[in-house]
């Protein structure tokens, strides 16, 4: 495969490493984690691509990919699902998002025929925590729901597209991975800053 697949790669580890650091300032220990597994698989795509190492690395990086996406997906969608819950209700609310996500993790991995289903549902409960819990206007509401859409178009639409082809494809694809993580971390940082202009009014 060629070279330059390394350096979609490479923007995606950048992008992972600032989202840890930005979930994790916003309180979402799990996220960060999820981003993490992102990145791992997106490093070592980045070193398989840019060092011409397929034999050594093809395998485990499909692997880490496959593996990393899904859980990733799952615990950011978690924490989202904890962080937008009403205050009172946040601790019950996280551990019960995490043993749903738990359970839906196992079964894709015991029956990885209905990994795919399982992933898009991880990536529609961003949307829908969004829309539904957003302190923000309409008009910030909305646009932050279209940022927590990007990653279930870009599965739907870009990943693997006859129309883009394979080399545009792949670059899109984790290109919209990288803008999706950030957008998600920043919605995060403006929903704390909502919270406390609602707390100081």
């Not at 615990?75 to 043993?99: H, Q, W």
């Not at 006859?162 to 920043?186: E, K, N, R, T």
Request: proline share 3%.
């Amino acid at each position: 495969m060629p070279v330059h697949y390394a350096a979609s790669e490479a923007v995606l580890v950048l992008a992972c490493l600032w989202s840890i650091r930005a979930f994790w300032r916003n309180g979402c220990r799990l996220a960060s984690v999820g981003a993490a597994l992102i990145g791992i698989a997106a490093a070592l795509g980045t070193i398989r691509f840019g060092l011409n190492a397929h034999d050594q690395l093809e395998t485990i990086h499909k692997l880490v990919s496959r593996a990393g996406g899904l859980i990733g997906a799952g615990l950011i969608a978690s924490d989202l699902v904890r962080y937008f819950a009403p205050a009172g209700s946040r601790d019950m609310v996280g551990k019960l998002a995490v043993l749903v996500v738990g359970l839906c993790i196992a079964v894709a991995l015991t029956w990885p025929v209905v990994a795919v289903a399982v992933v898009l549902a991880f990536t529609v409960v961003p949307i829908l925590v969004v829309l539904l819990g957003a302190a923000a206007p309409v008009a910030g509401r909305l646009l932050a729901t279209a940022a927590a859409s990007l990653m279930l178009i870009n599965i739907l639409l870009v990943q693997r597209s006859p129309v883009l082809g394979p080399d545009i494809s792949w670059h899109a694809y984790h290109l919209l991975i990288a803008v999706w993580l950030v957008a998600i971390a920043m919605i995060l940082t403006w929903q704390q800053v909502g919270r406390g202009k609602q707390v100081a009014s």
